[in-house]
């Protein structure tokens, strides 16, 4: 009987762990409820929800109408990619979602696993097959593994062996397999907005029992400063209650009181269960006068909470989607006519660590697309800033970049350069073997003179108005198919070029109407 007994709880302990309890303290634990919970975790560890309703920020997917959402009510989970920034909560959802489905959890990182650790989580999860026992398999990173990595997946999700749950925030149409696409299903995740984030301030101080020592000011702009990262947000929560404790340890000044250790401390309440309601996060209840005005001394203000917590260092990947997007996202503001926006991009970029002469040389191919003839001083001073920076370096030739986008934002637009040599090339494919007329060819030998070349040409200075009117074409090429390669704007200088191209086609009409016929 004795034997029969463990027998079934070491049954009972496995099957546990495969439904991913073993992140509960115990199992006394996850008998009896909520863990309990440990100050000495991080803060964002001790939040992280333990249902999917708790999930902040991600409701079009989670929802009960939201494709995750029905896949979990219909008891049936396909393979996903979770695409997101960071701090959204791709690890979280994994979790929960192995959690309510019933599904083994077991999690892989790219960046410290290899196709042997992969295949030891193969057979583990084949084995719990024959059991009847599903597994969830989370990688993150999973961009990180290269192509023959990514393949070895293809097996066992293709025979249901894993669930896969990929966790990226990389563009998986740039950084996966397409036949590891194919079998999965992409959600896209979304940045944490403003009431997301003050959901979590909330629940951190519900967690606490007290309200954090900011002005009301300070709290908008801590949400701020997280920039959609809840993780990030909760470590800048750590360390204003770090802050907060190491002035609380200082001694008093004679005659100051004990003004920083009230309501605005920073000790947690007894088992942390106080709710989001009695977390007293209105500007009433924070006695916050006015922006950045405590009237608390105790409270730290918009000025100060640069000096306590650390800034978010900005999210950018000089080498994968947010490279392109953020240089697309300049290209066209430029080519919309903002500069403030352009600006706001360039700092961006330069922010996030971009090579400046990257910039500098989408300028000089943006001044010839997008402005051309209708500024043609646009391209000079691309050129010039792109020189500046390359003899001053940072921070001083970011200036000289700065000016040439402004430059370039401001300046009259015409793409009239980049059509026209589209449908000149088009031209050329379609009668590339037409020789050119024999009336403008060299003629350095006897025999070139001999075979006519040079023969016929007028020397366009000699003429009465510095225009010959020749027809500079091949002679196989009659006019009647030629197509007008570069139609001027009425933009900038492109006005006056118009101008002139009409006063030409003037004179070379009235040059054929006086050319007697043959």
């Known amino acids: 009987m004795l034997s029969r007994g463990r027998h079934r709880l070491s049954h009972t302990v496995r099957r546990l762990v495969c439904m991913g309890i073993q992140d509960s303290p115990s199992l006394f634990e996850a008998a009896q409820g909520a863990p309990v919970d440990d100050p000495t975790r991080p803060l964002a560890d001790r939040l992280r929800p333990q249902r999917l309703e708790e999930v902040v920020g991600q409701d079009h997917l989670l929802a009960p109408d939201a494709p995750l959402g029905r896949m979990i009510a219909a008891g049936r989970l396909p393979s996903i990619i979770l695409w997101g920034p960071p701090g959204c909560g791709k690890t979280t959802i994994a979790r929960l979602l192995a959690q309510r489905t019933g599904l083994g959890f077991e999690s892989v990182s790219a960046t410290f696993s290899g196709v042997a650790e992969l295949r030891k989580v193969f057979a583990t999860a084949a084995r719990q097959r024959e059991i009847g026992q599903g597994t969830l398999l989370f990688v993150d990173e999973i961009h990180r593994f290269n192509r023959a990595q990514q393949d070895s997946f293809l097996?066992?999700?293709?025979?249901?062996?894993?669930?896969?749950?990929?966790?990226?925030?990389?563009?998986?149409?740039?950084?996966?397999?397409?036949?590891?696409?194919?079998?999965?299903?992409?959600?896209?995740?979304?940045r944490l907005d403003q009431a997301a984030l003050s959901e979590l301030m909330d629940r951190a101080e519900a967690l606490i029992g007290r309200r954090l020592p900011l002005t009301e000011a300070a709290h908008s702009q801590?949400?701020?400063?997280?920039?959609?990262?809840?993780?990030?947000?909760?470590?800048?929560?750590?360390?204003?209650?770090?802050?907060?404790?190491?002035?609380?340890?200082?001694?008093?000044?004679?005659?100051?009181?004990?003004?920083?250790?009230?309501?605005?401390?920073?000790?947690?309440?007894?088992?942390?269960?106080?709710?989001?309601?009695?977390?007293?996060?209105?500007?009433?209840?924070?006695?916050?006068?006015?922006?950045?005005?405590?009237?608390?001394?105790?409270?730290?203000?918009?000025g100060d909470l640069a000096a306590v917590v650390a800034s978010r260092a900005p999210w950018y990947d000089k080498s994968g989607e947010e490279h392109y997007n953020l240089i697309s996202a300049l290209h066209k503001s430029i080519r919309g006519s903002d500069p403030q926006a352009a600006l706001y991009w360039l700092a961006r970029m330069l922010e996030g660590g971009e090579d400046p002469l990257y910039v500098a040389r989408r300028l000089v191919h943006l001044a010839s697309e997008d402005i051309g003839m209708a500024d043609p001083g646009a391209l000079q001073i691309a050129l010039a800033a792109w020189e500046a920076y390359e003899r001053l370096g940072s921070p001083e030739g970011e200036l000289a970049i700065a000016q040439a986008v402004i430059h370039l934002a401001t300046a009259p637009k015409s793409v009239a350069v980049y059509r026209g040599l589209?449908?000149?090339?088009?031209?050329?494919?379609?009668?590339?073997?037409?020789?050119?007329?024999?009336?403008?060819?060299?003629?350095?030998?006897?025999?070139?003179?001999?075979l006519g070349y040079g023969q016929g040409y007028q020397y366009d200075p000699d003429t009465a108005d510095g225009f010959s009117g020749a027809d500079y074409f091949p002679p196989g090429y009659p006019p009647e198919q030629r197509e007008c390669f570069y139609e001027p704007t009425g933009n900038g200088h492109e006005r006056r070029i118009a101008e002139r191209l009409a006063h030409w086609d003037s004179l070379r009409r009235s040059h054929e109407h006086d050319t007697p016929g043959p």
């Open 155 to 190: 097996p066992y999700v293709e025979d249901g062996t894993v669930v896969l749950v990929g966790a990226t925030t990389e563009n998986p149409s740039f950084e996966l397999n397409g036949a590891l696409l194919s079998r999965c299903q992409v959600m896209v995740l979304r």
């Open 222 to 302: 801590l949400v701020a400063m997280a920039d959609g990262d809840g993780r990030y947000l909760l470590g800048m929560v750590e360390q204003v209650l770090s802050h907060a404790r190491g002035q609380m340890a200082r001694p008093a000044p004679p005659g100051t009181g004990d003004a920083g250790t009230g309501d605005a401390g920073t000790g947690e309440g007894a088992g942390g269960t106080a709710g989001p309601g009695d977390a007293g996060t209105g500007p009433a209840d924070r006695g916050d006068p006015g922006p950045g005005t405590p009237s608390d001394p105790g409270l730290i203000d918009a």
């Open 422 to 450: 589209t449908r000149a090339r088009a031209a050329a494919r379609a009668t590339g073997s037409l020789a050119p007329p024999a009336h403008i060819l060299n003629a350095p030998t006897r025999l070139m003179k001999e």
